[in-house]
């Protein structure tokens, strides 16, 4: 499979060069590469190109094979011996592990805030809106994993962010199973809405629930949609 979109190409992530700072790291080659991949740039199957990735952001081919090594241990990436290094393709097993870990977090962190700051929140909501209007349902799904990026955010903890930027990562490789993006999308960005009121509210025991009940359903989508591709 070869990239489509333009701005997911080689040449599109030359506008992130400068995101590498001064000196350029492996670690934040894969933040820009993990960024392009949760943004839906990257759809599974993907081959990257070592040539063309590496002059578009101006780096070695060892800095990108490292970069390359770590998004394969996070679960993004797989190498194919002779073939070359390919966004990978998720599974059943791991949309089920996915959901148990946004269960775990994403629920905790909504139960236990307290006097949260919701501007993120806010924002996520704001951006789903916008891209509703213009009919951009690629951007309504990042703007949802944004909306869940800032719940897990909540429980204020470098860690638990470091955690799920991979789980979010991820979260986009199984959105791509949907062959109707706004069928799947659209629906949820009122449930955000409804969570942020809530939470505004600080209402934190129905919020917790609606989310879970959410979640719930999101995860019966997606595995309805993954059983009926195979």
């Known amino acids: 499979m070869v990239i489509a979109d333009n701005s997911g190409s080689p040449a599109g992530l030359a506008a ?17 590469l993990r960024t392009r991949i949760s ?12 040539h063309d990735i590496g002059a578009a952001l101006g780096v070695s081919r060892n800095t990108l094979r490292e970069a390359f090594r770590l998004l394969t241990h996070e679960r993004l990436l797989s190498h194919e011996l002779n073939r070359g290094v390919f966004v990978r393709m ?17 629920c905790a962190a909504v139960r236990n805030a307290v006097n949260p700051d919701l501007s993120a929140l806010e924002n996520a909501v704001a951006d789903g809106l916008l891209a509703e209007r213009s009919e951009g349902w690629r951007d309504l799904g ?32 199984v959105f791509h199973v949907m ?11 009122l449930r ?9 509210d600080g209402d934190n025991r129905r919020a917790e629930a609606a989310l879970a009940t959410y979640l719930d359903d999101a995860e019966r989508q997606l595995l309805s949609a993954y059983n009926a591709g195979t």
Do not use: C, W
């Open 16 to 32: 992130d060069r400068g995101l590498l700072g001064r000196t350029s790291t492996a670690e934040r080659v894969a933040g820009v």
């Open 142 to 173: 990042t703007a949802n994993i944004h909306f869940h990026q800032a719940l897990a955010a909540l429980t204020a903890s470098p860690r638990i962010d470091e955690l799920m930027q991979g789980v979010f990562a991820e979260l986009r490789l």
């Open 179 to 189: 062959t109707d993006p706004r069928e799947f999308h659209q629906p949820y960005l």
């Open 90 to 106: 998720l599974s059943v097993d791991d949309v089920v592990d996915l959901y148990r870990v946004r269960k775990l977090v994403e």
């Open 39 to 50: 943004e839906g740039f990257f759809p599974p199957g993907t081959r990257l190109s070592e």
């Open 192 to 200: 955000n809405d409804e969570i942020l009121q809530l939470l505004r």
